[in-house]
């Protein structure tokens, strides 16, 4: 017998949703990681780390350790802004990076993504302004779109954002905020030149604009100069989002704002209607495993893996892609940013790569306005040697077919 309800629409269809909710669309990525466990594919798509460093025994023996010490206290509800001890401790982190902090300039969230969010909830009304680069983070544009922001976007070239185009931008659409990945960026894998992160700085405090600098690849430097954060430039003028994620496990979701006290006592409350807190396990298995002192090699062993797969990658395609093809070199990161002839559609190419069993991300969707369909993200990190040996050999293929 069929339920009543059956031949009703879709609530969606029916129910008075609103225009923003109607209108989102599906994360381009989310929706090719699907795709990216069918059998025989090799995917350049996410922006996933390689498994195979992720510390599981170690991070066994934390949470072991925190079962067997304050397993009750794990398993409790606990503050918004996240626990002291792990606050001071990412603060000492962050003091020795060269940014000085206290367990008051911190608040821990659910990963980076939430402190975008945040930050989006506490800048931005429907119908204002970001300043943005130009292409930017996918899935903040996710978070700002929901939030019925608009775009001003600022242009790029190798050595990141083109801040002299910025203050024409900032006169013209007033934006409420200024919203980069100054190092290593997602997608393209650039880093803002050192001269623009100080003009940059300089431009935010002339305009009085929060800088939010999300920078969840700073530590995943494997050749060239570290250079000083927008945050250790610019102190209380810049609000930097970062997160164990790329450093340690995406799976455990913690991340940690780094701001002024009074940033962080607004961002709690919206925090709070939110998830009221980051996970207090997962808080304090990351606080176990800081305990250890660890990290620091860790992030040099995940450094040294990456640096292999970004010249291997790169060393085949120099090998097996037409000419006509341009990437980017990072020092960092997880990306490489290619661009095909302006003629040719990166989103028309993917369908002959699926075809070839083999998955990268257009470069459509990092655009706000959707345009530059000739671009295209490669992550190197996820995949192994020989998948990345055999998916380019196979990403060849498809482009030489095409271009
Ligand atoms: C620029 C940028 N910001 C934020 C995030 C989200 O990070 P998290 O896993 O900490 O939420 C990512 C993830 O890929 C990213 O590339």
Redesign the pocket.
């Known amino acids: 017998m069929k339920p009543p309800y059956s031949d009703m629409s879709q609530p969606s269809e029916s129910w008075q949703i609103t225009e923003l909710s109607r209108n989102l669309k599906p994360s381009a990525i989310r929706e090719l990681l699907n795709l990216a466990t069918r059998p025989g594919m090799i995917s350049f798509a996410g922006?996933l780390p390689a498994p195979e460093l992720f510390p599981v025994e170690e991070l066994k023996a934390a949470a072991d350790m925190v079962f067997s010490t304050q397993g009750r206290s794990a398993l409790q509800y606990s503050v918004t802004r996240g626990l002291l001890p792990l606050r001071e401790a990412v603060a000492e982190r962050e003091s020795i990076g060269g940014i000085k902090s206290t367990h008051e300039n911190i608040s821990i969230t659910?990963?980076?993504?939430?402190g975008?969010e945040l930050m989006g909830r506490l800048f931005v009304n429907a119908g204002d302004y970001i300043l943005t680069e130009y292409p930017t983070?996918v899935?903040?544009l996710q978070v700002f779109n929901a939030l019925g922001a608009r775009y001003a976007s600022v242009p790029m070239d190798n050595d990141g954002m083109i801040v002299s185009e910025a203050e024409a931008l900032i006169k013209q659409f007033k934006p409420k905020m200024i919203y980069v990945?100054s190092t290593f960026?997602?997608p393209t894998g650039i880093t803002m030149l050192m001269s623009r992160r100080n003009e940059l700085v300089a431009l935010a405090k002339k305009y009085n604009l929060p800088i939010i600098d999300?920078s969840?690849?700073d530590e995943l430097r494997f050749s060239g100069e570290p250079l000083p954060s927008l945050k250790q430039l610019g102190e209380d003028s810049v609000i930097g989002?970062r997160?164990?994620?790329?450093i340690l496990s995406?799976g455990i979701?913690v991340?940690w704002i780094n701001a002024s006290d009074d940033i962080l006592k607004i961002a709690e409350r919206i925090k709070q209607g939110s998830d009221l807190h980051t996970s207090s396990l997962n808080q304090l298995i990351v606080l176990e495993y800081l305990k250890t002192g660890k990290l620091f090699g860790h992030i040099q062993k995940i450094c040294v893996d990456y640096l292999n797969k970004r010249n291997a990658m790169i060393t085949r395609m120099k090998e097996c892609f037409p000419a006509e093809v341009s990437w980017t070199e990072p020092e960092g990161g997880l990306f490489l940013w290619l661009t095909l002839p302006s003629h040719l559609s990166a989103t028309t190419l993917l369908e002959k790569a699926i075809a070839e069993n083999v998955l990268f991300v257009p470069g459509k969707p990092f655009y706000p306005d959707g345009q530059c369909d000739n671009t295209f993200r490669l992550n190197f990190s996820n995949a192994s040697l020989s998948q990345i040996h055999e998916g380019i050999d196979r990403l060849g293929k498809a482009i030489s077919a095409f271009c």
């Open positions: 922006g659910s990963g980076a993504q939430q975008i983070y899935g903040a990945v960026q997602n999300d969840p690849y989002l997160t164990f994620s790329k995406p979701r991340g």
